[in-house]
């Protein structure tokens, strides 16, 4: 079923049968459905697909996205000027984060106005999508052709990185002001559920203070899983069978492989145990104080969650990344052996298995 009209049903199976134009992005535990529909997302409002399956999002490019970002991240953080301007985006950007965090200290949201607080849900919205929208130029896929010469750009890429690393930080607290706060107290306000809440399109959400509630069969389905493709500027929620067919094209169209590749963000060559480590996982901490030393980290991407394992791993192989993701800004910082952008090494390796990591050609080799 298409919930959301934008794109024809015809369109709709024409890209589906384009999965060689479908790259892997990231994986991410579950995000509200009115956050991924939001039009303020830049990168967001094109060429993407993104699945949510068992609380997990997953998240692809489409057709030549991957390329034309390239050239776009080469030739804007290539000038020196650019460089500066983007500084000083991230500059502004935090001290809003500050200015949202301390405004959110010396309000009680439950005796604001349902006007005023609308305003405020929508605000906050409106402020992540402007955050991300920064922190997302200095995703991988900008940064290709940059790591493609890291030896000419290296104190570039440590620049970006750093700067990465500090609004991932920050970011990260603006979101449990929206989804640990302001779900909960509209939560309250409504009598809606906030695991249900977080099935609700945005302007399902602004409905919602006019006392229009979304049907329990329709938050029923979407709970059962559903997509979110963006084609030619047009956003279509794919539920049911249209989603069942979907996912099952992409996401169970797997292959065994006993070589994985990726880039290398450390060198090195190492040979161990593998450890399997998943944020998509919630008993993540138990996983991280089991870690041994010696082990091989794989993951999703690490985390500040993971850092404890990260220190003892022999070498750290991830699924996501570039040259300033987190696992390779601290795997240079540790000095361990790590390939980032694999893609499917989260699906391929399991904890225990003998594997070989060849850090300096970027393959992974599965012994035994």
Sequence with gaps: MIQKQGISKKEVNNILKGVKNINFWARELRLPLFWMMNRNHKIFSENVLFFYKNNVMHFYYLNDKEKKAAEIGYKFFTNAENVKKYELQVSKIIEKINKTENYFKEINIDRLSDKDFKKLFFDLVKALADYVNIYSKTEELFLIKIGEEADKYKNLIKKLGGLRFLMRKKGEGMFYL?????????????????????????????????????????????????????????????????????????????????????????????????????????????????????????TEMTRPDTILACRKAAAIITDEGGITSHAAIISREFKIPCIIGTKIATQILKTGDLAEVDAINGIVKILK
């Design 178 to 298: 929206l989804l640990g706060i302001l779900l909960k107290g509209l939560s309250k306000r409504t009598g809606v559920k906030v695991k249900d809440l977080f099935l609700y399109t945005d302007s399902e959400i602004s409905n919602l203070f006019s006392g229009k509630k979304v049907k329990n069969n329709i938050i029923y389905g979407r709970s059962k899983g559903y997509a979110i493709l963006v084609l030619n500027k047009k956003r279509t929620l794919l539920v049911g069978d249209d989603f069942k067919k979907s996912f099952n094209e992409v996401m169970l169209h797997k292959k065994d492989a006993s070589e994985i590749k990726g880039m290398v963000a450390m060198k090195g060559f190492v040979r161990g145990k593998i450890k399997l480590i998943l944020h998509t996982k919630r008993n993540i901490s138990k996983e991280v104080k089991k870690f041994k030393k010696g082990e091989i980290l794989v």
